[in-house]
């Protein structure tokens, strides 16, 4: 089966504790995306890489980090900066082209204990 | 800076009816628009797209149109049933946008048996 996977599906964080998402995708796409979604809400932009090695800060990046050592990964740090971590997080990946279809992976869920 | 902005917010329909919702975006350039459908507790999916060299899609009970000199697009759901219940994202090919893509708001859809 081809597609993105999260892992895990739910996470716990403690306060003052960092903790990582998986994201994994095997479509031998080139750019992966980090969304974070609240209740009711859209989707807003954390971090996004286009090339093994190199990434970028989204819209809401402050008290998250990524790394993007392999094409098929792209772990998402929740550092203990991000005082408000509560939300379903969104992992995406595209084929680089001129109009670019976004691939979702199941989310994980992060609540704070 | 670029949007997407999406209408209704929350909808209500008699199974067997139909079902519109309706997008606006600003980047003129814009020429992709794909329509995301996400299931509770999921990732969004795929289920349609358009590109502007087409002013309609069709594809089973699901039909996108597209008005690019009034730079507005719209979901089409005929013969509703209970699975067609989640949230519905609009979304834009955006230009200046990191991710490269702008999501609407959503929409979720509720179907009344």
């Known amino acids: 089966d081809g597609g993105i996977t999260q892992s895990p599906k739910y996470l716990f964080r403690k306060e003052g504790q960092n903790v990582t998402l998986s994201c994994e995708q095997n479509?031998?796409?080139?750019?992966m995306y980090w969304y974070r979604q609240d209740p009711g809400q859209g989707l807003r932009l954390i971090y996004y890489?286009?090339?093994?090695?190199?990434?970028q800060k989204g819209d809401i990046a402050e008290g998250y980090s990524v790394s993007r050592e392999k094409k098929e990964s792209f772990p998402l740090t929740v550092t203990s900066a991000q005082k408000n971590p509560t939300a379903f997080y969104l992992c995406?990946?595209?084929?680089?082209?001129?109009?670019?279809?976004?691939?979702f992976g199941p989310g994980t869920r992060l609540l704070v204990l | 800076g670029e949007n997407v902005e999406q209408h209704p917010s929350t909808l209500s329909v008699q199974e067997g009816d139909s079902a519109v919702i309706k997008c606006t975006y600003s980047?003129?350039?814009?020429?992709?628009f794909p329509w995301y459908k996400q299931e509770l507790g999921k990732g969004p999916q795929l289920i349609i797209d358009?590109?502007?060299?087409?002013g309609e899609k069709k594809d089973q009970r699901i039909a996108v149109t597209l008005n690019k000199t009034a730079k507005h697009f719209s979901l089409h759901i005929t013969e509703t049933q209970p699975e067609d219940s989640a949230v519905y994202f609009c979304?834009?090919?955006?230009?200046?946008?990191?991710?490269?893509?702008?999501f609407g708001s959503g929409t979720r859809l509720s179907i009344r048996p």
């Open positions: 995406a990946s595209t084929q680089t082209g001129v109009q670019e279809t976004q691939y």
């Open positions: 479509l031998n796409h080139d750019a």
């Open positions: 890489s286009q090339i093994v090695n190199d990434f």
């Open positions: 980047d003129s350039a814009s020429n992709y």
């Open positions: 358009i590109r502007s060299n087409v």
């Open positions: 979304a834009a090919e955006g230009h200046s946008s990191a991710s490269k893509i702008i």
